[in-house]
């Protein structure tokens, strides 16, 4: 591995504290490859391999993960990475022609940064605020709204280096690093910043209020899980490769076809 000692110090504390969240430390995979991308901006071999040695799994399982969630890149972005939703509600409403308009005018396509390294792009397939639709993220922070023409100034002045606020969330933009190290666990104290939920969120709750609706009281008297959950508690994870299940193959499933 090429971490230089003071970089391998720092993030060994930091998985460590990571690791002590859980009861098995292979469950902080998860929040370990965060904690890897912050310090490169993408999912190295390096940080692969710290996973695993850290974790006491393999480099093959740590990459079956990374390269399963979209959030952890395997090349280099932007220092704001731009998600562009084009899933149905967001397309409908002119996802696909921000996407189209934005990526023509940027000079960049789906996960590439430009030459600059300062906005890279990605299409999403939700974001999550289909309220808000057509919605975009930067760095994981909302922009509501959208339109072409708001999609390029907004790229444009994050390129130029102008400050520019989501539309709810934090009073500023954390970089793509420094948002990986939130998503790693460790909070950078401005979750509580601005604007929590705009109005499209909060019709329900306010008619509900009008109306008089209330929820159902809760049932005091069931039994609740203890937390945190005890290391014994959590069942052994299979060992893997996991073992065939027994049975006949259903029919045209890939294991009936392979016998």
């Known amino acids: 591995m090429t971490y230089g000692p003071e970089v391998r110090e720092r993030l060994e504390r930091d998985a460590k504290e990571i690791i002590g969240r859980y009861p098995r430390p292979r469950s902080a995979l998860l929040p370990m490859l965060h904690l890897v991308q912050s310090e490169e901006g993408h999912v190295t071999e390096d940080g692969i391999e710290f996973c695993a040695e850290q974790l006491g799994i393999t480099p093959a399982q740590v990459t079956g ?13 932007g220092e704001y990475h731009v998600g562009v939703c084009i899933n149905t509600l967001c397309a409908v409403m002119g996802g696909d022609q921000i996407w189209n308009e934005l990526s023509e005018h940027a000079g960049v396509g789906h996960d590439e940064a430009t030459p600059d390294g300062k906005v890279s792009l990605e299409r999403i397939e939700c974001n999550a605020a289909c309220d808000f639709a057509p919605v975009m993220m930067v760095n994981w922070e909302f922009f509501d709204n959208m339109t072409p023409e708001k999609a390029k100034k907004l790229v444009d002045d994050l390129r130029s280096g ?3 606020l989501p539309s709810r969330g934090p009073e500023s933009l954390a970089t793509w690093k420094e ?24 019709r329900g709750l306010k008619l509900a209020q009008e109306r008089g609706w ?12 203890q937390e945190p959950v005890k290391a014994e508690e959590v069942a052994e994870p299979p060992q893997e490769p996991g073992k065939p299940i027994g049975g006949a193959a259903k029919p045209g499933s890939q294991e009936g076809r392979n016998k």
């Open 214 to 225: 209330e929820a159902p009281r809760a049932d005091v008297d069931r039994e609740r899980p």
């Open 179 to 202: 948002a990986s190290r939130v998503l790693a666990g460790f909070p950078d104290g401005r979750a509580g910043e601005g604007v929590q939920a705009g109005p499209e969120s909060l």
């Open 65 to 77: 993960v990374a390269t399963f969630y979209t959030q952890y890149k395997h090349a280099p972005v």
């Open 162 to 164: 102008k400050q520019v």
